[in-house]
């Protein structure tokens, strides 16, 4: 599907409605798959025939909520992979119709 993205948490701490509000959406395609055993959610340019991330993929994602055209998405961003810390993220997601 494709959307508009906006991450809502820095290094697992919930960013402030201000914040949020200015932020830029990243705009893609919005993939949900399973892999190993955890499902895990990325944002790829549209049309894309190699999946690059524009945003950090969001591993053990979970579907919160869901109104109208946007979704909250929940789940552990890894920026180093399994090696390092894993953080707590959200996304809100627009769909485009």
Avoid: C
Avoid at 7 to 16: D, E, N, T, V
């Amino acid at each position: 599907m494709y959307g508009k993205v906006k991450r809502l948490r820095a290094g697992g701490k919930r960013l402030s409605d201000h914040d949020i509000a200015r932020s830029e959406y990243v705009q893609g395609e919005v993939r949900v798959y399973g892999l190993a055993g955890t499902i895990v959610a990325n944002v790829s340019a549209p049309d894309s025939q190699v999946a690059d991330p524009l945003l950090p993929q969001l591993y053990d994602a979970k579907l919160v909520t869901m109104h109208g055209h946007g979704m909250l998405f929940k789940g552990e961003e890894r920026p180093q992979g399994d090696a390092g810390p894993a953080y707590i993220q959200e996304w809100s997601v627009m769909v485009e119709r």
